[in-house]
């Protein structure tokens, strides 16, 4: 994996999204200790999936939520966190972990979410979130039990529930589509397969920068232009 993220990101990526839910924590953990050097050595961010105990411990750009996780709080923010009562559990390395709703992160974390209908992408407003994923706006592996991809049209409709809170287009995103997901609404678009499982992953991320086109206007600091998703379990589609 370290080898993909680092060609990714040395293209030109802007931000990894790690994802390894599967992993044990303290594996989680060790990972994102291993990539975060060379993430920021690059002038990426690092946003660590639905887990925001360890986005704060290895000093992760950001954290990135389940449709369903409760917000954690961020030092200096009004906004509220979520109040979603959970019980620590203990982790794989044998220290009691915290659930996402009691940890606090650093003033300037990134908080996005996963988001799939009106429901959510409304929730995302109302919680002041930094940026949500749509998806899937295509057909894809990678999200199963979506239902129909959204497509153009729905994608369009999410994007206008969002209003100014950026939106990434994800789910069967490629070079030959950023455009029109652009088009439609999207401030950007976030990648999986088409990066984790290429056989050049630098090509394809050059590929997704040169389709992306020039920023309208300023939009919060964050993963815009593309975020790359790791999962090296994803293959190429």
Do not use: F, N
Not at 65 to 83: F, N, Q, W
Not at 129 to 152: F, I, Q, R
């Amino acid at each position: 994996m370290r080898e993909v993220v680092t060609a990714a990101v040395e293209a030109g990526a802007p931000a990894v999204l790690l994802r390894e839910k599967d992993l044990p924590p303290h594996e989680r953990h060790a990972l994102a200790v291993e990539l975060a050097p060379t993430i920021a050595a690059a002038g990426a961010q690092l946003i660590v999936a639905s887990d925001a105990e360890v986005a704060a411990d290895v000093g992760a750009d950001g954290v990135h939520l389940a449709a369903t996780d409760p917000v954690p709080a961020r030092a200096g923010s009004t906004a509220r966190a979520g109040s979603t009562a959970r019980a620590g559990s203990t982790r794989h390395d044998g220290r009691l972990s915290r659930p996402d709703d009691a940890v606090e992160l650093p003033a300037g974390t990134l908080i996005g979410r996963s988001c799939h209908d009106e429901v959510e992408v409304r929730a995302a407003v109302d919680a002041q979130l930094d940026y949500v994923t749509v998806s899937p706006v295509a057909p894809t592996a990678s999200k199963p039990g979506y239902g129909p991809a959204l497509d153009v049209p729905g994608l369009a409709q999410l994007a206008a529930v969002a209003g100014d809170l950026p939106v990434l287009a994800l789910g069967g995103v490629g070079p030959d589509t950023v455009a029109r997901w652009c088009a439609a609404g999207a401030a950007g678009v976030a990648v999986l397969g088409a990066v984790m499982g290429a056989r050049d992953p630098a090509a394809v991320v050059r590929a997704l920068l040169e389709e992306l086109p020039p920023e309208p206007a300023p939009v919060p600091r964050g993963p815009w232009h593309p975020l790359t998703e790791a999962d090296p379990d994803t293959k190429a589609r």
